[in-house]
């Protein structure tokens, strides 16, 4: 697999985290008291966040995409559902 399929491939698995975490171990927490959801869910989200902000990086630097890009695709990674709209592009 090259750079930017793994690329795409983390960017959409984070992108899932992510909404998970917001949408299913939120409101567990903080509807349900069940605050687990989002230890186990903030773990997972944060290592795949680390891994997409690698990868981002490895795409950068190898030219597929520009410092532009980067830095775009980098901003909607902290939007809900951007990391989908990045896969889009």
Known sequence: MD???????????????????????????YLGGFALATKIAGSI???????FCYQLFMVYS???????????YFLLSLVPFGSFYIDKI
């Open 45 to 51: 989200h944060g290592l795949l966040f680390v891994l």
């Open 3 to 29: 750079e930017l399929n793994r690329f795409r491939l983390i960017n959409k698995i984070e992108g899932y985290s992510y909404l998970l975490l917001l949408f299913v171990a939120m409101p567990l927490k």
């Open 62 to 72: 190898k030219g597929f995409i520009s410092k532009k890009e980067a830095s775009f």
